[in-house]
């Protein structure tokens, strides 16, 4: 909850019926099983994590297993490598993604995708000046694309990234797919891992 639009995830993850908790300080961190890193400005959210002491013991939880979800400036963030970014993010999904790959504020759109996984028929997507996930590399996976080859969500594991905002759509299948990755998580967490109460 350092910027973007985490109470618009808050919101989605309340009508799934899941406590939440906004994440400030390493702190916050303590008892969680797992975490989104919302849209917004991937820049300002790695300087952020940085001068919040939030950088590291997030990647020593994710390292562990911690679940995680990046969501268009959250799936930069997430990246092992960010063009244009000017620091470093948590850098610890197998992915290569490049920032407003799209264009402009103006060049948003909304479009359907099919995720396997998810069931239902394809999730409305929306991209608002958004990236694109142009490598994936092992043990990473693409999730989904656009009809022309641009990959717009990967997994690797316990980690999503996804370049569309999920939030911002009254369907709740993305956070609920996310759920399952984190009961998961959880199940397979090592030994003094929090596990979900």
Do not use: K, W
């Not at 197998?94 to 909304?110: K, L």
């Amino acid at each position: 909850a350092l910027q973007g639009d985490f109470e618009e995830h808050a919101h989605v993850l309340n009508r799934l019926s899941v406590e939440v908790r906004e994440v400030r300080t390493a702190a916050d961190l303590n008892g969680l099983t797992g975490l989104i890193i919302p849209g917004g400005e991937s820049t300002t959210i790695t300087r952020l994590l940085a001068a919040c002491d939030l950088m590291e013991p997030l990647r020593r939880r994710i390292d562990d297993g911690f679940a995680v979800m990046g969501t268009c400036a959250g799936a930069i963030v997430l990246a092992q490598y960010a063009a244009g970014l000017d620091r470093p993010g948590v850098e610890r999904m197998a992915i290569s993604v490049r920032r407003n790959a799209f264009g402009r504020q103006r060049d948003s759109f909304e479009t359907d995708i099919d995720i396997p996984g998810i069931a239902g028929g394809p999730v409305h997507a929306v991209f608002i000046r958004a990236p694109v996930i142009e490598r994936v590399d092992p043990p990473a996976e693409v999730l989904a694309s656009l009809p022309d080859g641009r990959i717009v969500a990967a997994r690797q594991g316990h980690m999503i990234a996804l370049a569309f905002h999920p939030e911002l759509t009254p369907d709740t299948r993305v956070h609920a797919y996310f759920l399952r990755v984190v009961d998961a998580s959880v199940g397979a967490a090592p030994e003094g891992v929090a596990h979900r109460a």
